[in-house]
């Protein structure tokens, strides 16, 4: 089997979930056997000049609108691929065109229902948001399968998108274990010593529907509760970080943030954590379950996360994490919770694993793919 991974970031891009999870399943599907290769369909300057370079031995193209169609079918003639698993709204709906030329299998993976939410700082929104919103539908109807992360992404998919349930497979954002499985120290965090209980976050400290926020609202009864404890947010900009600590007052200092941190790095600072926090908010562009908690959970480290959407079943009748309200009060109870209470951090930690290895372990997971990719190659193109 032969598959090409369309994006419409570059790979490698920034250290986040967008970006990591294709890698992920790149290198899961090679060490099955299974030959890849990249297209990166970006969007400017529309005039470019295509690329080909290789990412960890892979041939990864970067096309421009131009190309989109015609360097594709270079592509094919080159490296005969079965079908085009697209990643995220933009790479669907730019490798759309071609897949629909020329008949190629194409299997559409939502990393959220952020399309939805193209130009949404704009009023009323522009054409960009409704040539968006169009091509989406049309992925939808023509994709053989469609893969989202998440139970309500799936409703929304069928309910209001008209894909047959049929054609739609939840698979979680996957990670490799094995990085936490390595044998390594906890890093070392300025700012924080060996006598501090340390609260970390993972992951963008500004995009809304994180939460954020929320986590830095409800920090003064957690440092006020728990003299010792100390907040981590590994993710940036620094200058959020800034405005955090001044919204904080007197006990901003006892807010540190990291920014610019490697996979490599951010494995060893989630085992300096004495609880992981996800504190997102109930929000429809939090239907999908995002990489964030396959970290936590990884990790092997106590959760708090707010209780919304899938979160309900991955952390609470598993016995992963800390389920809360979606509000700093609430929050705090239970960051403070963990903390004060070895026994109940040791039961949630203890349960990670297991949680980790069934929904989120690419191990597993590539199997999942395989079977959504098979599903693609026996139904053709739509």
């Given at each position: ?54 990412f ?32 995220h709204h ?21 990393h ?6 193209y ?38 998919m ?78 940036g ?35 300096r ?5 996800h504190s997102?908010?109930?929000c ?27 979160y ?12 809360t ?8 109870e ?22 980790a ?26």
């Amino acid at each position: 089997m032969r598959v090409l991974l369309a994006t419409s970031f570059p790979v490698p891009g920034e250290y986040d979930g967008t970006a990591m999870l294709p890698i992920k399943i790149l290198r899961a599907l090679k060490a099955r056997g299974v030959e890849v290769v990249l297209a990166h369909l970006k969007a400017r300057p529309p005039w470019g000049s295509s690329i080909r370079e290789e990412f960890e031995g892979t041939p990864s193209f970067t096309f421009h609108p131009r190309d989109w169609v015609g360097g594709l079918a270079k592509v094919r003639r080159e490296f005969p691929f079965d079908l085009v698993h697209a990643q995220h709204h933009g790479g669907a709906n730019r490798a759309y065109f071609a897949c629909r030329r020329f008949g190629w299998p194409l299997v559409y993976e939502l990393h959220s229902l952020l399309g939805e939410e193209y130009e949404r700082d704009r009023l009323g929104r522009g054409i960009g948001f409704r040539v968006n919103l169009r091509l989406e539908r049309a992925v939808c109807r023509h994709a053989a399968e469609v893969i989202v992360l998440g139970d309500q992404v799936k409703r929304v998919m069928v309910e209001e998108k008209g894909v047959p349930a049929d054609r739609v497979t939840v698979i979680y954002p996957g990670i490799d274990l094995g990085e936490y499985d390595r044998p390594g120290e906890p890093a070392t965090i300025p700012g924080v010593g060996p006598e501090h209980k340390v609260v970390m976050y993972v992951g963008s400290i500004v995009h809304p529907n994180q939460g954020v926020p929320l986590l830095i609202e409800s920090l003064p009864r957690v440092f006020e509760a728990v003299s010792e404890a100390r907040c981590v947010l590994v993710g940036g900009p620094a200058e959020a970080g800034e405005r955090y600590r001044a919204e904080l007052g007197r006990f901003g200092d006892r807010l540190i943030v990291l920014t610019g941190q490697t996979p490599d790095q951010v494995v060893a600072l989630t085992r300096r954590a004495d609880v992981l926090v996800h504190s997102r908010l109930a929000c429809r562009e939090n239907y999908s379950v995002q990489s964030k908690i396959a970290v936590y959970l990884a990790a092997g480290r106590p959760i708090v996360a707010t209780d919304f959407a899938d979160y309900a079943q991955i952390l609470g009748p598993t016995g992963a994490g800390r389920l809360t309200a979606v509000e700093p009060s609430s929050i705090a109870e239970g960051i403070v919770e963990v903390l004060k209470d070895p026994a109940l951090a040791a039961r949630l930690a203890a349960a990670t694993r297991p949680v980790a290895e069934e929904y989120f372990g690419m191990a597993r997971n590539i199997d999942r793919y395989l079977d959504v990719y098979r599903k693609a190659l026996a139904a053709g193109p739509r």
